[in-house]
């Protein structure tokens, strides 16, 4: 199959030096798409800014905002068998982004945001048969924040996160997940390291493509 994989936080530039961003490693989706090359699938990965190198035989695209990041999206989607959205994509952006570096005494006290487009919904007119994995990264009430995502975005199977855990979500090299579905129970699944998980999520997509070959 061909595999497209967001990774990395985005930056959302104020001046030239400085940004919005997040904590995200891009250790979860350079994982997934190590997991899907190593299963003999063709991966694309679209990556934020990050300091991981690209796994071997993986196709890299680097981006810095979400709208560059939607951008590739749209653009890569229809050679695409199946998307998996890992980044963390910022939700808002500094309305003005000036061109120069704002000197300290004209740095606004303020900063005005705007909402970022959700890639996600973006490109749900294009799923057709496509398989879409989200992941929802949450601190409270995981079970409903993650059902609420899986329907509003349209996905096949979202993997819910608790970044409060320190050996979860962002930065570290393992992973707790409970992954939610839209037609079956919800599966708790143990720590296991983020190579293991995106072998997990891999096997999802495979399946469910078979299941929709022979139906
Ligand atoms: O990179 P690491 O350090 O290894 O950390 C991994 C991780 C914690 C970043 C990863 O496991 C994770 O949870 N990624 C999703 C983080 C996130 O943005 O979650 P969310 O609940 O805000 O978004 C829900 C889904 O919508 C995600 O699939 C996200 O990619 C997508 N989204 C979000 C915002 C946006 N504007 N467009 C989107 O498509």
Known sequence: MKILITAGPTREYIDPVRFLSN???????????????????????????VLLGTPPEVTRIDVESAEEMLAAVRRELSGNDALV??????????????????????????????G???????VKPQKSGR??????????????????????????LIVANDIKEPDAGFEADTNRVILVYPDREPEPLPLMTKFDLGGKLIEFIELKAEKSHTN
Request: charged share 25%; hydrophobic share 45%.
């Open 85 to 114: 959205m890992c980044a963390a994509v910022s939700d808002f952006r500094p309305r003005i982004q000036a061109c120069h570096k704002l000197k300290k005494s004209a740095m606004p006290p303020v900063i005005e945001l705007i």
């Open 116 to 122: 970022n487009p959700d890639i996600l919904q973006c």
């Open 131 to 156: 398989i879409f994995v989200g992941f929802a990264a949450e601190t409270d009430n995981i079970h409903v924040e993650a059902e609420r995502k899986l329907h509003e975005k349209g996905l096949d």
């Open 23 to 49: 904590r995200s490693s891009g250790k979860m989706g350079f994982a997934i798409a190590e997991a899907a090359v190593a299963r003999g699938h063709e991966v694309t990965l679209i990556s934020g800014p």
